[in-house]
């Protein structure tokens, strides 16, 4: 046989058979052969081994792996059936029971169950997308940027900086930007809304109290965060400070040409504007677009979002911000330490003895104007 067929085993014995010769024999020449083949079936014996082991290692591998799916697929199952507990009657009922009742450790051990290690409650997913809801029924909240960062936070933006040039081959050294930076501090405050239910609402069962309660008070804080940061940006200078950016004023009434000069006035960060009014000064607008006729859009084309937070042109005294210009993704920012869910307590014993349960929501969230050129604050001119 020859020594490329040979198995590992067979190489050994043989290896085994020529040392023997070797050793006993008195034969120079059969000494130098048995030499000769020992070395060649050393050479196989190595090949051998290496290919075990290489086999052996991609079985371990293989082994592994098939290990990690089946531990992949175990962790899956375990999440689809914590989701399905989670999203239970059962759960949403005991869920309900523990903003109800104070959160007693009977309700709270139930909740905590084949849920999750950490020991928190987690949020049925329904009671999630009221939240998720309420904040895009926001139009001009679902358009700000928003961050989970514990605490203060601390923006840069970029107050006035030098263009970039072009650099001819052999012109001397291109001079160094002159960049001047401000920063905004977002400084989280609870925004709190209470409501006085009767007894009634808290004896609504499971999932209908809990789209009554979160669907009320998450809309009403949603709104407030809303109205915090219009007024904000409404109160912005025309030039920046270290701590605020700017945003310039366009002083004029409901007409065409309004909103064109307005947009004049935005940065070119400013990619995506658009305008923010209250309704009655929309109406305003169109009354305009009519006069100088129905082809003509005083909007040009952009969208308009309603907030009472602005007044009415025809209710603004002189100078007031009655409509706002601009780009919210690129210009504000909202951070929400504790994530944008809704806190909720239940008080049941102060008004007792008129049968009306307090409910209170809170949510921590700062809101700030963060970018200069980013709005335009159009301004009512004189009455008259």
Request: charged fraction near 30%; charge should be negative; hydrophobic fraction near 40%.
């Amino acid at each position: 046989m020859e020594i490329k067929d040979m198995k590992l085993e067979e190489v050994e014995a043989r290896m085994s058979e020529l040392d023997s010769m070797v050793e006993t024999s008195e034969s120079t020449e059969e000494i130098a052969k048995a030499t000769e083949e020992r070395a060649l079936l050393a050479e196989r014996k190595a090949e051998l081994e290496s290919l075990e082991s290489r086999k052996a290692m991609a079985q371990e591998i293989d082994n592994g792996a098939k290990a990690e799916v089946v531990e992949e697929r175990k962790e899956e199952n375990k999440m689809v059936k914590i989701e399905e507990y989670r999203n239970s009657k059962e759960y949403v009922d005991a869920f309900a029971e523990y903003i109800k009742t104070g959160k007693t450790e009977e309700i709270r051990s139930l909740l905590t169950t084949n849920v999750g290690a950490s020991g928190t409650v987690a949020v049925p997913d329904s009671v999630y997308d009221i939240v998720k809801t309420a904040w895009e029924k926001s139009d001009i909240m679902a358009l700000v940027r928003k961050l989970e960062v514990a605490g203060n936070m601390k923006v840069q933006f970029e107050i006035s900086g030098s263009d970039a040039v072009i650099h001819n081959e052999g012109s001397g050294a291109v001079s160094e930007e002159t960049l001047s930076l401000g920063i905004v501090t977002l400084v989280p405050e609870s925004i709190k809304k209470w409501v006085a239910v009767s007894d009634e609402v808290l004896d609504m069962r499971g999932q209908a109290f809990l789209d009554y309660i979160y669907d009320e008070l998450t809309y009403k804080i949603a709104k407030k965060a809303e109205s915090v940061l219009i007024g904000k940006i409404a109160a912005l200078d025309t030039t920046a400070s270290t701590s605020a950016p700017y945003a310039k004023k366009v002083k004029a009434g409901a007409a065409v040409g309004t909103i064109a000069k307005a947009l004049g006035q935005l940065s070119d960060e400013a990619t995506n504007p658009v305008i923010v009014m209250n309704k009655a000064t929309w109406a305003s607008f169109k009354a305009a677009q009519y006069g100088a006729g129905y082809s003509i859009d005083p909007f040009e084309g952009l969208p308009v979002y309603f907030t009472s937070a602005l007044p009415a042109l025809t209710d603004a005294n002189e100078n007031a911000v009655y409509a706002i210009v601009g780009d919210f993704g690129f210009g504000a920012l909202a951070n929400f330490p504790n994530g944008d869910g809704v806190e909720i307590k239940v008080d049941d014993k102060t008004d007792m003895k008129s049968d009306l349960v307090n409910i209170l929501g809170r949510e921590y969230i700062a809101v700030e104007p963060i970018a200069c050129g980013a709005f335009v604050n159009i301004t009512a001119p004189a009455v008259g």
